[in-house]
């Protein structure tokens, strides 16, 4: 019961997505079948560490990184500390865990010249498809939007007369973006090719597939992973590598760091400096081909 109103807690009071909800519910539910079987204990809520600790164990030895690991503890984590909440434990059993060592994990962007080919000399195709795969790709790289927030755009989100576009983010936050007023003409001939679809079953949603229901994870991720494949030799292909991409030439080319923060609809400015290591490198660069001393 009590896992059950954890997920509810989540949420309901925490307002997290429902894949981030589903996620943390996963870890959980891994956790109490281990237990479970391992140790003939179906409820979890007094277990002690010593049986958390051989859990990690287990899941290192099956060769599960680092990460993945500390992701699904992070998941216990924030359970107990529920529980603790609402007066079900009076300790959290991991106060006191320390999270596993993981190397540093690096995203590189695509590059300007890399954006530029995509979006200038790439064929699209002129039908519905094409159309809507071009407008999605200026979307995430033009607003640095998450996947999530592009598959829940809305019609009524784009104001065409302010060149703005209304986006709901993490936690149901609200926030306004502009447009460049080249992706217009874009957002209008896919609003014509749309309206040519003999059915459309999601009207509400801006991006539909050619079926008429409201665009889905996999398939973003395939429309990006599919155009950028065709410019970049880039392992990662991905929407994150988009946003990463879109606030990186921001700084590079010397937006504000809390502009770029407010633009993302990051929380904290924490979040937003992970993307300035790219803009060292290239101040470092401007710096030594400038600097009067380096030519000595």
Sequence with gaps: MSVEAFVSYLSLEKNYSRHTVNAYHKDILEFISFTTAEYDKAQIDAIPYTIIRSWIVKLVNKGISNRTVNRKIASLKAYYKFLQKIGAISKNPLAKHKALKTKKKIEVPFSELEMEKILKQIPFGDDFEGVRDKLLIELLYSTGIRRAELINLKKSDINSSKTTLKVLGKRNKERILPLLPTILPLLNTYIEERSKLEIVIDSDSLLLTKSGYKIYETLVYRVINKYLSMVSPKV?????????????????????????????????????????????????????????????
């Excluded at 990662?236 to 606030?247: D, E, G, V």
């Excluded at 921001?250 to 290591?277: C, F, I, M, P, R």
């Excluded at 290239?282 to 081909?289: F, R, S």
Aim: aromatic fraction near 4%.
């Design 236 to 296: 990662k292909k991905s929407p994150h590598i988009l946003r990463h991409t879109f606030a990186t030439h921001l700084l590079n080319k010397g937006a504000d760091l809390n502009a770029v923060k407010e633009l993302l609809g990051h929380s904290s400015l924490a979040s937003t400096q992970v993307y300035t290591h790219n803009s060292i490198a290239e101040l470092k660069k401007v710096y030594a081909n400038a600097h009067p001393r380096n030519k000595e």
